[in-house]
Nanobody, 128 residues
């Protein structure tokens, strides 16, 4: 069965950290660019971060730059999002998604591409 499964979400206080995981099964991730989107209630979906398949280049939305770090482990078929210095405005459901290896980082994060596989989402809540 082809799927992406996210984990690692939860409730954390402002300033805290979480590490999200996105594990692929039924296919290999190394061909794809892969990244994370998030969507808060009543808000549009936002591209957060992505990592290329070719050279591991990483890209971040301005809102998370310097606080979040994306990485991939092709041997484990998993991508990670380390989130530090979390803020209440980071509260959202986080989704991982695969994209074409030919997308630029900015295009991937724009959300305008075609994303073959999506995870089910994991809730991140930042609150005191």
């Amino acid at each position: 069965q082809v799927q992406l499964v996210e984990s690692g979400g939860g409730l954390v206080q402002p300033g805290g950290s979480l590490r999200l995981s996105c594990a692929a099964s039924g296919f290999t991730l190394d061909y794809y660019a892969i990244g994370w989107f998030r969507q808060a209630p009543g808000e549009e979906r936002e591209g957060v971060s992505c990592i290329s398949s070719s050279d591991g280049s990483t890209y971040y939305a301005d809102s998370v730059k310097g606080r979040f770090t994306i990485s991939r482990d092709n041997a484990e078929n998993t991508v990670y999002l380390q989130m530090n210095s979390l803020k209440p405005e980071d509260t959202a459901v986080y989704y991982c998604a695969t994209g074409s290896p030919y997308y630029s980082g900015s295009y991937y994060l724009s959300g305008q591409g075609e994303y073959d596989y999506w995870g089910q989402g994991t809730q991140v809540t930042v609150s005191s």
